[in-house]
């Protein structure tokens, strides 16, 4: 079946503007996560949906940063006033439920900021 | 919180040799270890996990050890092969908590 995706690939806006990244998890999967991947790094927790609630927000780094999943399947991170600094990959995961371990990555959305 | 340190950050091997990679976690409450194999600008990939109930798993060419007294566990691919060429993450859960918090990753290069 369809894995993880997530739209757009790629993102360019300039510093002060605001982003929406969207993922689609896989078919059925309730719980979802983000992470942000730096160069040469690994992923960086950022926040944990159960169903439509943010059960965990606590890798998200300032207020700037916001997520949603109204209807339990689709989410998007919403990134207001952009800075470089936020420049980085955006990966979403899925797993089937809160009690499932094997969480399964999208490709990621590449943002950078000028 | 839980910290997962990685190493090597880089590892060069001929093609049919072993390669090693290890991580050690902080925390003791961690109970659940996968490895992810990133290509260049790929999606992570599951290739193998472990839970602290078991202390070693094997999936053909690829094991992992965990040693939960010392808080490490370990990657091992054997036969390796041009295309095990990758980044390779190790990342920890915590008991209780859903994020995976990941080491910095190994560069390994698999030469013909």
């Known amino acids: 079946g369809a894995g993880v995706s997530q739209t757009p690939s790629n993102k360019v806006t300039e510093k002060g503007k605001y982003v929406e990244l969207r993922c689609d998890p896989i078919s059925g999967h309730t719980a979802l996560y983000w992470y942000r991947q730096s160069l040469g790094q690994g992923p960086e927790f950022l926040i944990y949906?159960?169903?439509?609630?943010?059960?965990?927000d606590s890798g998200l780094p300032n207020d700037r940063f916001f997520a949603v999943r109204p209807e339990g399947s689709v989410s998007t991170l919403k990134i207001q006033r952009t800075e470089r600094g936020d420049s980085a990959v955006y990966l979403c995961?899925?797993?089937?439920?809160?009690?499932?371990?094997?969480?399964?990555f999208g490709p990621g959305t590449r943002l950078t900021v000028l | 919180g839980e910290n997962v340190e990685q190493h090597p950050s880089t590892l060069s091997v001929q093609e049919g040799d072993s390669a090693v990679i290890k991580c050690t976690y902080s925390?003791?409450?961690?109970?659940?270890f996968p490895w992810y194999k990133q290509e260049l600008g790929k999606r992570p990939q599951l290739i193998i996990d472990i839970r602290s109930n078991v202390g070693e798993k094997k999936d053909q060419r690829i094991a992992v050890t965990l040693n939960k007294t010392a808080k490490h566990f370990s990657l091992h691919i054997t036969e390796t092969q041009p295309e095990d060429s990758a980044v390779y993450f190790c990342a920890a859960k915590v008991a209780g908590f859903q994020k995976l918090v990941f080491g910095t990753g190994t560069r390994l290069l698999v030469s013909p």
């Open positions: 995961a899925s797993s089937f439920a809160e009690s499932t371990d094997t969480q399964y």
């Open positions: 925390d003791s409450a961690s109970n659940y």
């Open positions: 949906f159960q169903g439509t609630g943010a059960a965990d």
